[in-house]
């Protein structure tokens, strides 16, 4: 079955950095492409970046562009989200999506903390 399994969150100061990845199986990743949101408390879940099936074509939410970064490997079956210049409002837990056959699928989601 699809499985979406996200890892590299943590505690960062603002300024900081993260990486995250997200390690897919069950589904031919290199035909469809991966998407990042995130989750703050008390908010709804909002995209924050897109990539094509074979990494040509990136998309960003406002708020994160020129800090965050999207990539992949598609030998690895892995999705990458490079934080950089981290600010205490990326506070979220941050999940990775696909939509591969009709059907929706999330990770569990790993955890970002941005605080001094």
């Known amino acids: 079955q699809v499985q979406l399994v996200e890892s590299g969150g943590g505690l960062a100061q603002p300024g900081g950095s993260l990486r995250l990845s997200c390690v897919a199986s069950g589904f031919l990743f290199s035909a469809y492409g991966m998407s990042w949101y995130r989750q703050a408390p008390g908010k709804e879940r909002e995209l924050v970046a897109t990539i094509s099936s074979v990494g040509r074509s990136t998309n960003y939410a406002d708020s994160v562009k020129g800090r965050f970064t999207i990539s992949r490997d598609n030998d690895k079956n892995t999705v990458y989200l490079q934080m950089i210049s981290l600010k205490p409002e990326d506070t979220a837990v941050y999940y990775c999506?696909?939509?591969?056959?009709?059907?929706?699928?999330w990770g569990q989601g790993t955890q970002v903390t941005v605080s001094s």
């Open positions: 999506k696909v939509m591969a056959a009709g059907y929706t699928y």
